[in-house]
Every structure is written in structure tokens, then in C-alpha cells.
């Protein structure tokens, strides 16, 4: 089954919470037992799975991208967001689950965060659910 959602960011840097869309479509799904893969199709955005009990461990997280990959740091390429290239490659663009009993396996306080690192914009996100 494959599915792809859109999210809409309105800052420059924001994670934004998808678990429970995510959930959702693992349910609507009906894989009882399987893996759920999540794909972001773009060059400056990302995907991981963090703490999601206390939000200022993603306001962290975020500071300290920003700190060690400023925004402007003399870079060579001419479309002026390479920055948001570099924190996409470090976060990366996948994250893969495992789905039992129809729901996803996530650790107690762990949660899907989309990373936008260039926005404020419309960004897309696959998710593949594949039957064990």
C-alpha cells in the first residue's frame, strides 16, 4: 500500500509532528504484521523519530543544527540554501517501522518528525507499508 501526504511549513526550520497521521494510514491500511517506510522527496527536508513528550527536546535539536550549519557560511552554491542541504543529508530522508497488530512499533516516547530546513513551503512525504 502506498500513500502520500502533503505538509505545509511555515518557518524556515520546523519539525512538525506526523506520527498520528502516519498511525492513521497504518490502520486504514489494514497490514495486521509488516514494515511502514517513510520517504521524503526532497533535497532540503528530512525525517527522524525522537522524543515527543517534551518539545523542547526538538527546539534543541533544532538550535544546534543551526549552530553547527549556519544559515550563511560563504557556501558555493548559488540557490543560497545549501545549509538546509547539509541538515537534510545529516537527518536523513527515511526512517523505516516496524507495524504489529496494526499499529506502529514506536518506543514509548518516540515520535515521526517531518524536517523542514528550507521553508516556509509545501512539502511531500511517501509512506510504503509492505505485508510481512
Known amino acids: 500500500m502506498f500513500k502520500e501526504i502533503s505538509i505545509t511549513t511555515h518557518k524556515k526550520t520546523e519539525f512538525v509532528e506526523i506520527t498520528n497521521i502516519i498511525q ?20 532540503t527536508a528530512g525525517i527522524t523519530i525522537n ?17 553547527i550549519i549556519p544559515f ?5 552554491h548559488s540557490e543560497g540554501n545549501s545549509s538546509a542541504h547539509i541538515k537534510s543529508s545529516l537527518i536523513g530522508n527515511s526512517v523505516c517501522l516496524f507495524v504489529e497488530n496494526n499499529t506502529l512499533k514506536l518506543g514509548t516516547w518516540q515520535g515521526i ?14 509512506i510504503k507499508i509492505i505485508k510481512e
Not at 522524543?51 to 549552530?67: C, G, S
Not at 550563511?72 to 558555493?76: E, K, Q, T, V
Not at 518528525?113 to 511517501?126: H, I, K, L, Q
Request: aromatic share 12%.
Open 24 to 43: 492513521k494510514i497504518v490502520r486504514e491500511s489494514k497490514i495486521v504484521n509488516g514494515i511502514c517506510y517513510i520517504y521524503v522527496p526532497h533535497t
Open 51 to 67: 522524543e515527543n513528550a517534551d518539545r523542547n527536546v526538538i527546539e534543541d535539536i533544532q538550535m544546534e543544527l543551526n549552530k
Open 72 to 76: 550563511d557560511d560563504n557556501y558555493s
Open 113 to 126: 518528525f517531518f524536517c523542514e530546513f528550507d521553508g516556509a513551503r509545501t512539502r511531500n512525504v511517501w
